[in-house]
């Protein structure tokens, strides 16, 4: 974190001594409790880039990964997410519950309200809304992308929203998963992708990109269902309910 973050926004960050899971030295870093962007505008690039969550150990270069508790808030793009770290793996229906209990100290006006496990999650949402998209929708096409990569002996842990790309000239592009819903694969090559990183669990990253027709699918999906449209309450969107959601499909 340089020098000017630290003055333009001092209440939102505290020191953290960690211990190098490589080395085993313990080291100071930086904790930014809260990313406000109306107050601290350049907060949204410190997440996107993410170094704050991965710092480097000054004894063997080692880079750890950071999980504590944070907020987002960001009016102009209308998304606020509270980091819960490891939600996935706690009672996730219980907290989410005490989160809406509380949702008059938590919550604002017009904005969509979310929780998220890790600082991947919490940079993903900012990502999401940046590019006007249905968070839902997103999760939605993990599964589309990770049940592939599985398919040929792949481990994977998770998957983040990147951004969209937009092909210079139609054609198939590489690691990417194409949708049509008349066969017709031609116009399908000439749409923005929309792109995603896989992260494998032995900390490998894959890029992945699927194409604007799944994504309208999955928003369709929603449609159907009345979920495209949000309630204003706290929720956990995530790969997770992603892969619930597409096995009770199979199922109905």
């Not at 009672?91 to 006006?109: F, G, I, P, V």
């Not at 198939?172 to 992260?199: C, K, N, P, R, W």
């Amino acid at each position: 974190m340089n020098q000017t973050n630290e003055r333009k926004n001092p209440w939102a960050i505290s020191a953290a001594t960690i211990q190098c899971q490589h080395c085993g030295s313990v080291f100071t870093t930086q904790r930014i409790n809260s990313f406000d962007i109306l107050l601290w505008p350049e907060g949204r690039q410190v997440l996107d880039a993410g170094d704050f969550f991965h710092p480097v150990c000054p004894q063997c270069g080692a880079p750890a990964d950071l999980g504590y508790p944070s907020r987002y808030f960001d009016r102009e793009l209308g998304i606020a997410a509270v980091l819960v770290p490891g939600i996935e793996n706690q009672d996730t229906e219980e907290l989410l519950a005490q989160m809406n209990r509380y949702a008059a100290s938590l919550a604002l006006d017009h904005m969509e309200h979310r929780a998220v496990g890790s600082f991947y999650s919490m940079a993903e949402q900012m990502r999401i809304h940046e590019h006007r998209l249905n968070d839902k929708a997103i999760q939605l096409l993990k599964p589309l992308m990770i049940g592939g990569l599985q398919s040929r002996g792949f481990e994977v842990w998770n998957g983040f929203f990147m951004g969209v790309a937009h092909p210079e000239k139609p054609g198939q592009m590489e690691d990417t998963v194409y949708f049509s819903t008349e066969g017709d694969t031609e116009a399908a090559f000439a749409e923005d992708v929309l792109q995603f990183h896989i992260y494998l669990t032995n900390g490998q990253v894959i890029p992945q990109g699927i194409n604007e027709t799944a994504y309208r699918l999955c928003r369709k999906l929603l449609e159907d269902r009345g979920l495209a449209e949000d309630d204003g309450l706290f929720h956990l969107y995530d790969l997770s309910w992603a892969i619930q959601f597409h096995n009770d499909l199979q199922r109905a």
